[in-house]
């Protein structure tokens, strides 16, 4: 069975968080796997995802391993992520700030927007399970380059501004396209459970 590449990529306007960079030297390396790092510095998040997948697809790699510059991942979860043989599967982090325990994953629901009330609750999920959701944040993020590839666009990631003034983050975007367009199911590894650094100025 030929080798999996796989790319490591971090999209970042200016610098990797030290606690992120050490979890990403840290990870265990799946078994039969050859795995490269990347990072995109110096553009908005949906410019630096879109040259991420860009890349993704002329470097001939299998998979992207995304990881957002602020996450602290445990050192299993690309192993575990990749195990589950999903075309789009997230780890999962807790909300910015959110005392609640709410996760940045979205339950399946009936309805077409992403809303705070559809926010997964950490504490209400069990571990060691591949649940499918509606989307999430893709701080922690295990895609198939065919994902990219069967979209084909090069503009897989956008943010959406609706005339009410609300914003679609492009990483949602992804997700409602993906899903809602392109027909691809998206899961979430319950046991991938990222920390997420918070700095701010009180």
């Not at 990347?38 to 995304?66: E, H, K, P």
């Not at 690309?78 to 789009?88: E, H, Q, S, V």
């Not at 609640?100 to 077409?112: C, Y």
Request: with cysteine; net charge negative.
């Amino acid at each position: 069975m030929p080798r999996q590449r796989i790319i490591i990529a971090v999209p970042t306007y200016e610098s990797i968080d030290p606690a992120c960079f050490k979890s990403i030297y840290d990870l265990e390396t799946p078994e039969g796997c050859d795995v490269e790092f990347n990072f995109v510095c110096g553009y908005d998040c949906a410019r630096a995802r879109n040259l991420i997948a860009q890349q993704t697809l002329s470097g001939r790699y299998d998979y992207v391993f995304m990881v957002d510059s602020d996450m602290v991942l445990p050192q299993k979860a690309l192993t575990l992520l990749l195990a589950a043989d999903k075309d789009i599967i997230l780890g999962w982090y807790p909300r910015r700030r959110d005392m609640a325990g709410r996760t940045e994953l979205f339950a399946l629901s009936e309805s077409i927007d992403f809303d705070d009330d559809c926010n997964m609750n950490i504490s209400k999920m069990p571990l060691n399970e591949v649940v499918e959701v509606k989307g999430g944040g893709l701080g922690c993020a295990l895609v198939k380059a065919d994902v990219f590839r069967k979209i084909g666009s090069g503009r897989w990631f956008q943010y959406v501004e609706y005339t009410n003034g609300s914003v679609l983050s492009e990483d949602l975007f992804f997700c409602h396209n993906s899903r809602t367009t392109h027909g691809f199911k998206i899961y979430a590894h319950t046991s991938v459970r990222c920390g997420h650094v918070c700095k701010y100025v009180q």
